[in-house]
C-alpha cells in the first residue's frame, strides 16, 4: 500500500492559522474521501475531519478540512497549546483496495 | 457510550499466533463495518483490515495478507483479529475501529479502543 506524504512537523504561535497538507493520488486522496485525525502520546488517534471537511461532534470549529486534486489540507485557526499533537489523513485506495495513512505531522505550539 | 476494548495483546516468538480480540459497547454493532489499525513503536498508524458489517467482504493491507485474518461474531458484539506467522515487524499497538456511518467499509473510523500490544522478539 502506498502512503499519503505530510511534513514532519509543523508549527505556529497562539492564535494564528496553520495549515497541514497531505499528498495522494488519483486512486486516492482525488477519488476518495480524506480524514484527518489527531493523536496525543499514549492515546488513540481521534477523528477530527471525515468527508473531507466534514466535523463529527465535539470537534471545534477552528479545524476544518479541504480538499483539492490530489492533495488535502487540515487548517486550525486560532491555535492553542492544547493543539500540540501528530496529525495524520487518511483516505481510501482503489488500487490496491485499503486505506492509507499519511506519515504524519508533528504540530508544535511556540 | 461507544466502547472497543481489545485484548490478547502478548510476547511471542517470531513464527508464532496470536488471537486478538476486541469487545463492542453502545451501538449496534452488527449495523457497522470494523477495522484493525496498527501502530509500531514511533511510527504513525497502519491499517491492517477491515470487515464488512455482515462479515462478508474482508481487505487486508498486503503486508499482512495471508497471515492474518478478521472475523466477527455479532451475537457476541466482538470483532478478532487471527495473526499467525508472526515477524519482528509485526510489533506494534493493535486497534481496532468503528466505522463512522453504517454504509460499508469505505469510511472514518469513528470510535477506537485503547489498543493492545503485540510483541515479536526471541
Known amino acids: 500500500q502506498s502512503v499519503l506524504t505530510q511534513p514532519p512537523s509543523a508549527s505556529g504561535t497562539p492564535g494564528q492559522r496553520v495549515t497541514i497538507s497531505c499528498s495522494g493520488s488519483l486512486s486516492n486522496v482525488e477519488t476518495n474521501d480524506v480524514f484527518w485525525y489527531q493523536q496525543f502520546p499514549g492515546t488513540a488517534p481521534k477523528l477530527l475531519i471525515y468527508r473531507n471537511n466534514e466535523r463529527p461532534s465535539g470537534v471545534p470549529d477552528r479545524f476544518s478540512g479541504s480538499k483539492s486534486g490530489t492533495s488535502a489540507f487540515l487548517a486550525i485557526s486560532g491555535l492553542r497549546s492544547e493543539d500540540e499533537a501528530d496529525y495524520y489523513c487518511?483516505?481510501?485506495?482503489?488500487?490496491?483496495?485499503?486505506?492509507?495513512f499519511g506519515t504524519g505531522t508533528t504540530l508544535i505550539v511556540l | 457510550e461507544m466502547q472497543l476494548v481489545e485484548s490478547g495483546g502478548d510476547l511471542v516468538q517470531p513464527g508464532g499466533s496470536l488471537r486478538l480480540s476486541c469487545a463492542a459497547s453502545?451501538?449496534?454493532?452488527?449495523?457497522?463495518?470494523m477495522s484493525w489499525v496498527r501502530q509500531a513503536p514511533g511510527q504513525g498508524p497502519e491499517w491492517v483490515s477491515s470487515?464488512?458489517?455482515?462479515?462478508?467482504?474482508?481487505f487486508y493491507a498486503d503486508s499482512v495478507r495471508g497471515r492474518f485474518t478478521i472475523s466477527r461474531d455479532n451475537s457476541r458484539n466482538t470483532l478478532y483479529l487471527q495473526i499467525n506467522s508472526l515477524r519482528a515487524e509485526d510489533t506494534a499497538v493493535y486497534y481496532c475501529?468503528?466505522?463512522?456511518?453504517?454504509?460499508?467499509?469505505?469510511?472514518?473510523?469513528?470510535?477506537w479502543g485503547q489498543g493492545t500490544m503485540v510483541t515479536v522478539s526471541s
Open positions: 470487515l464488512a458489517a455482515t462479515g462478508g467482504g474482508a
Open positions: 475501529a468503528k466505522a463512522h456511518y453504517n454504509l460499508g467499509i469505505v469510511d472514518a473510523f469513528d470510535v
Open positions: 487518511a483516505s481510501w485506495d482503489d488500487s490496491p483496495s485499503g486505506f492509507v
Open positions: 453502545g451501538f449496534p454493532f452488527n449495523k457497522y463495518a
